[in-house]
Every structure is written in structure tokens, then in C-alpha cells.
């Protein structure tokens, strides 16, 4: 994946990364969650896509996102950009196939990433559930 | 994608590919080839490089991290590297140790940084078992609170490559060419480059440290070794790796961008 827009110390808070290491993550009902650690909102063809509470927890303080530009293609379970934290660059990964309508330019806003205008609803059949989400994550981190 | 072998004996196999002396950036290709294309678990240990390199991370500004003058002066190369981190300056004093490895490949190991970082400090605890005081501080390894060896990782979906720069040996006019960085371990203290770091080689031989690597290797893996030519003769023409060099007038540009943005000397001819 070739870098774009890049943000350094923005993507933090723009993120909404916490910095101190919270007891649970946030899991939202109405969101769609991929077994990589991005979640989706759906509404009509369009999906607006972030990293969970969860791989922020993991990842630690972030200090660097790189990201697509408007019109690039994604296909689901593929990487479309990268997120750095102390060290480690870590893959984000997209939930859903189709092309690239939006990238999230205000540091300010919701903590969202990519707008994507899907080409294969189907494949949202292929993502989990607040709940199944909640349980994946449970599992992942008993395994540690 | 392809199941890794398993021994017998229940250890993933781990192919090493052992060099010396081989161009950083070449090494950087590989290992990110590497870690995308495939499916084996890998060790590669380059013992030094030839010629002295700086080496920054994916998201690292020149102007921010290095001494540009000198820099661009004595013709230093600088390399964009593809995993996180900082910057480091490695030449042939350096010695090379890098895992690549399938999320599954080591039992119950979340593909998290912290998780492999831990990981990466068990084996060497046991390379370093009777020899100073060796432990993982914050993201670094040192012996009491001297650094000795830089980390990074990238991570993808199914795969993690964690990579070290280990000072066996170094020059200290190189580290001029490093600017202190604004981001820095707490145990740093702001303690400049040679206040913070130390040599590997008051410690260890360069043979017995890759030695007793590869020996703790073979505790958690089958260790089998691979030439590079197997590799390269196998290379997909369609990988492009991200590592690379900058030219110099990229670096010139990152400077005169930071000490006045509208500056029209950025933009004069050399």
C-alpha cells in the first residue's frame, strides 16, 4: 500500500486512543465488527469504517496513521493503510470491498478512518455482531 | 495460505538465513518481502553492514531526527524504513536480528507489540543468561540502563516481523549525525546518545551472541537453515517493498520546510 495523507500526533486524539490501559472496551450495537479489529457502520451502500476500542487498547498510544486516498479501491480483509505505535506498525485491515469515498481529513471529529461505497453488501454476512465481537475479543485475550 | 511444516517434535519450523556484512536496505527488502509474500516462519541475522547508514522508521521527518548538514555534507545514506520506531545509525559494528513469524506460530502470543516485545525478551534472556545485567526496558534492550539494541515490528493479519539493530560496536562521531529525539524512553532521562547507550562487545564475542541467538532459537523452533538464493531466485516480480533510500534532495527539502515553510531557497536550483 503506497502512504497518502499522513497525521503524526493528531491521530491520537482524532483516534480517541487512551493512553492509560482501560479495564473493557467499548462495544457498540448498531456496528459491525471484523475479526481483525476494525468495525463498520452501515447505512444504505455507504460504510464508515475505525479501529476498536479494543486494538486501541492493544496497539498503545498512536503516533502515526497512514491512509488511502479518495478513490482507492479495498477489498475486504485487506490492508488499506497502517497505524503506528511505539515501534510497530499494525496492518488496519478492511471490513468491507468497494472504493474508497471519503478519508476522515478533521483530527477533531468521530474516530472514524475510510468511507467506503461498497460493491458487495453480501459480504457484511462475513462480519461479527456486538456480541459474537464482545465474546472474540473475551476469547483473544484469555488466550494471553 | 499454506500450513508451515511441524516437526515431530511439535516446534514450527523457523528457516534462518545467516549473512554477513549485506547492504541494510537490501536486507529491508527482503525481510518485507518476507513478512507479505510468505507463509514461513523466519530468522534472518546479518552480521554488520558495510557502509554507515542511517536507518528511520516509517513515520520519521529528517528534519526533526538528524543533523542535515553533516548528514547531506558527508553524503550519509538515509533509509525509510517500513517498520515503527526510531532511527538509528548502524554500520559494520552492527549485527542484525530479525523474526518473522506467523501469528500462530508461537503458542497463546497475542500479535500485539507488547505481547511480541515480551516475547522477543524471553530469548534474550537466554542468550544473555550469565552475561550483565540484560533485561527489556520500556521498548529497549539494555544491560543496567544502557540501550544496546533498538526495536521495531510491523504487524499485518496473519504475520509479525520484529526486527533488532544490536550495537555490538560503534563509531561515536556517527552518533552526531542523530539529533536527540522528541520522542524518547523515560529511562532516557535526556541523557545524550553516548550517556544512553553502550557496546554489546564488553559483553559477548559477535560469534558467541549469534551462536547462543540461534541455540535459543532452537528451543521454541526447528531451526533449519536457508540460502539467500533460494529466496531471491524465487521473488515475485510484483513486490514493491517500501523500504528506501531518500535522496538528498528530499532531506535538503524536509529541512528547509521546517525552518521556513515559504522559504524560496527550498526551491532555488543547487
Not at chain 1, 476469547?139 to 494471553?144: N, P, R, S, T
Not at chain 2, 556484512?21 to 518476507?34: A, D, G, S
Not at chain 2, 538528524?66 to 517498520?83: A, C, G, N, S, Y
Not at chain 2, 535526556?190 to 544512553?196: G, I, K, S, Y
Request: hydrophobic share 35%.
Amino acid at each position: 500500500m503506497a502512504s497518502r495523507l499522513l497525521w503524526a500526533s493528531r491521530a491520537a486524539s482524532y483516534l480517541r486512543i487512551s493512553v492509560a490501559h482501560r479495564g473493557f472496551a467499548t462495544v457498540l450495537k448498531d456496528l459491525k465488527y471484523y475479526d481483525s479489529h476494525e468495525w463498520v457502520k452501515v447505512e444504505g451502500n455507504s460504510a464508515t469504517v475505525g479501529i476498536t476500542d479494543h486494538a486501541q487498547d492493544h496497539l498503545g498510544d498512536v503516533v502515526f496513521v497512514e491512509l488511502p486516498e479518495v478513490g482507492a479501491p479495498v477489498t475486504q480483509g485487506e490492508g488499506f493503510g497502517a497505524v503506528e505505535s511505539v515501534k510497530a506498525t499494525s496492518d488496519v485491515n478492511s471490513p468491507v470491498t468497494g472504493k474508497v469515498v471519503e478519508v476522515n481529513s478533521s483530527p477533531y471529529e468521530q474516530g472514524w478512518i475510510i468511507k467506503v461505497e461498497m460493491s458487495d453488501a453480501g459480504q457484511l454476512n462475513n462480519l461479527m455482531d456486538a456480541d459474537k465481537y464482545s465474546k472474540f475479543c473475551e476469547e483473544e485475550d484469555a488466550k494471553h | 495460505m499454506t500450513i508451515p511444516q511441524r516437526q515431530k517434535l511439535g516446534r514450527p519450523l523457523m528457516k534462518l538465513i545467516r549473512l554477513r556484512e549485506w547492504p541494510i536496505l537490501q536486507q529491508l527488502h527482503i525481510e518485507e518481502q518476507l513478512l507479505r509474500t510468505s507463509s514461513e516462519n523466519w530468522c534472518i541475522i546479518n552480521d554488520g553492514t558495510r557502509e554507515p547508514t542511517i536507518v528511520m522508521g516509517v513515520s520519521g521527518k529528517p528534519a526533526e531526527l538528524l543533523e542535515i548538514k553533516p548528514v547531506l555534507h558527508d553524503q550519509v545514506p538515509v533509509i525509510k524504513r517500513f517498520t515503527g520506531g526510531g532511527t538509528v545509525i548502524v554500520d559494520g559494528g552492527s549485527i542484525f536480528v530479525t523474526f518473522i513469524c506467523n501469528k500462530d506460530a508461537v503458542p497463546d502470543l497475542q500479535p500485539y507489540p507488547r505481547p511480541i516485545m515480551s516475547w522477543s525478551s524471553l530469548i534474550y534472556n537466554e542468550v544473555f543468561h550469565g552475561t550483565g545485567d540484560f533485561h527489556l526496558r520500556e521498548n529497549d534492550y539494555v544491560f543496567g540502563n544502557r540501550k544496546f539494541g533498538g526495536n521495531a515490528q510491523s504487524i499485518t493479519k496473519g504475520r509479525w516481523i520484529h526486527h533488532t539493530s544490536f550495537l555490538w560496536d560503534y563509531e561515536i562521531r556517527n552518533m552526531a549525525y542523530l539529533k536527540l529525539p522528541s520522542r524518547a524512553p523515560e529511562y532516557r532521562s535526556a541523557r545524550d546518545h553516548l550517556e544512553f547507550i553502550c557496546r554489546m562487545k564488553d559483553y559477548i564475542s559477535r560469534s558467541d551472541f549469534i551462536d547462543r541467538t540461534v541455540r535459543a532459537l532452537g528451543t521454541h523452533f526447528s531451526v533449519e537453515s536457508e540460502e539467500l538464493e533460494a529466496i531471491q531466485s524465487g521473488r515475485s516480480t510484483k513486490f514493491s517493498p517500501l523500504s528506501r533510500l531518500l535522496t538528498a534532495q528530499e532531506i535538503e527539502s524536509a529541512s528547509c520546510e521546517l525552518e521556513s515553510p515559504k522559504s524560496l531557497a527550498c526551491f532555488s536550483s543547487p
